[in-house]
């Protein structure tokens, strides 16, 4: 994939290739700041890729919250993630058995400083953990919510053994479906 720089929107690769890190260029000066927080044209010209968002999602989350790790096994998503407010450690674990990354995990810390955002293509488990007092989290997809073919793979499985930057003697706060999340054997892969 080859990577070109715009004026308006810095791209790296991460570790695992296909996860990027976008950086929005920020415009400020005394009365505050203004990005473009996506601009197709910009997105495809950046990283060569051209994805169609169907839905914005919105979530506000406390301090050591944890949501994750989420895919969908039909109706896959592509995720462009964003932190409007605070910051959290965003994670991607690659589940495409045919990718020299699988079995990885990437993460990088977004924030509402930062401004930087992560796309996710199709075929990766995603969460994140609340650093901040509260975080909100906006992400866009490529594909509608689809409950009957979402899989939780568990964000603490030792076999894939994420690097979470939990201070020691902190509990994570995890809703019902997290907390069951599925072990990396049980996991489906794609």
Request: charged share 20%; net charge negative; hydrophobic share 40%.
């Amino acid at each position: 994939m080859t990577i070109d720089t715009n004026p308006k929107l810095q791209v790296k690769p991460t570790a695992i290739p296909e996860v990027l890190v976008v950086e929005p260029k920020v415009f400020g000066d005394q009365r505050g700041w203004f990005t473009e927080s996506f601009n197709a044209k910009d997105f495809a010209n950046a990283t060569g890729l051209t994805v169609e968002f169907v839905q914005d999602n919105h979530s506000f989350s406390r301090q050591w919250t944890l949501r994750g790790m989420h895919y969908q096994l039909e109706h896959t998503q592509g995720k462009l993630v964003r932190v409007v407010a605070g910051s959290v450690f965003d994670v991607a674990v690659d589940l495409r058995k045919d990718s020299s990354t699988f079995g990885q995990w990437v993460g990088e810390i977004l924030s509402a400083q930062n401004h930087r955002q992560l796309w996710i293509p199709p075929g990766f488990a995603h969460g994140f953990l609340v650093l901040s007092d509260t975080a909100e989290f906006l992400y866009k997809t490529t594909d509608y919510y689809d409950p009957k073919s979402e899989v939780c793979l568990s964000w603490c499985d030792p076999t894939i053994a994420i690097q979470w930057p939990i201070p020691a003697g902190v509990e994570v706060s995890l809703n019902t479906k997290d907390t069951a999340g599925l072990s990396w054997e049980q996991a489906p892969k794609f």
